[in-house]
Each structure stands twice: as structure tokens, then as C-alpha cells.
């Protein structure tokens, strides 16, 4: 499947993004989808996770209550919603898609396929 992260820019603290991320090529609830992030000099590390049917849903502690994932099957289309952003937020963004739900969705092996990246600033 391929990815195309949109959505990302500039804000200031307390704004909000919608990221959005268009699978192609593979049918897309075949997939459990995630988005991840990674900041300069950092590891790529997990945000988000949505199974199948997007009736499961995981959080990093950091984002847990002001980030919300979800997709759309009709349109092929994964969002993160973003709300009170914080400087800390600052990243590239990465949409991944998966095999495995629950547990697994947390870790970056589990998925075989990434888009792009796209770059929110969080200005303080």
C-alpha cells in the first residue's frame, strides 16, 4: 500500500492540526494504521494507533487527550486530529500501515509501509 502523509505546518502553542494520511494500491481496512513522529536527534517514536474497523484505538502518553485518530475506509483516508499543541509536538510525522492489532500496533516492526512525512512546528 502507499501513503501520503498530509496536513502538517506551522502553529503556535495551544493551536490545532489535522493531519491526514491517503493510502492507494492495497485495500486499506486490510490495515491497521499508526502515525508516528521524529523529532531532529531523536528515535522515531509511536503517537497513535487505529485497528482495522477503527473501533481500537492507542495513544502515547504524550498525546493521549489532546490527539485523536481516526480513518475513514470509504475514502482510504487515516486523520490525527491535533489539538493544544505543544513545542515539544515539533516533529515530522510519519502514517505507517500494519499487520498486527492491539499491543503490537505500538511498535515500529509492525509495519511494512510508510509515507513520506510532513512537518508540524509548534512555535511557543
Known amino acids: 500500500v502507499q501513503l501520503q502523509a498530509s496536513g502538517g505546518g506551522l502553529v503556535q502553542a495551544g493551536g490545532s492540526l489535522r493531519l491526514s494520511c491517503a493510502a492507494s494500491?492495497?485495500?486499506?481496512?486490510?490495515?491497521?494504521m499508526g502515525w508516528f513522529r521524529q523529532a531532529p536527534g531523536k528515535e522515531r517514536e509511536f503517537v497513535a494507533s487505529?485497528?482495522?474497523?477503527?473501533?481500537?484505538?492507542y495513544y502515547a502518553d504524550s498525546v493521549k487527550g489532546r490527539f485523536t485518530i481516526s480513518r475513514d475506509n470509504a475514502k482510504n483516508t487515516m486523520f490525527l486530529q491535533m489539538n493544544s499543541l505543544k513545542p515539544e509536538d515539533t516533529a515530522v510525522y510519519y502514517c505507517?500501515?500494519?499487520?498486527?492489532?492491539?499491543?503490537?500496533?505500538?511498535?515500529?516492526?509492525?509495519?511494512?509501509?510508510w509515507g513520506q512525512g510532513t512537518q508540524v512546528t509548534v512555535s511557543s
Open positions: 505507517a500501515a500494519g499487520v498486527s492489532g492491539g499491543i503490537a500496533s505500538l511498535r515500529r516492526s509492525n509495519y511494512g509501509s
Open positions: 494500491g492495497r485495500t486499506f481496512n486490510n490495515y491497521v
Open positions: 487505529i485497528s482495522w474497523s477503527g473501533g481500537t484505538t
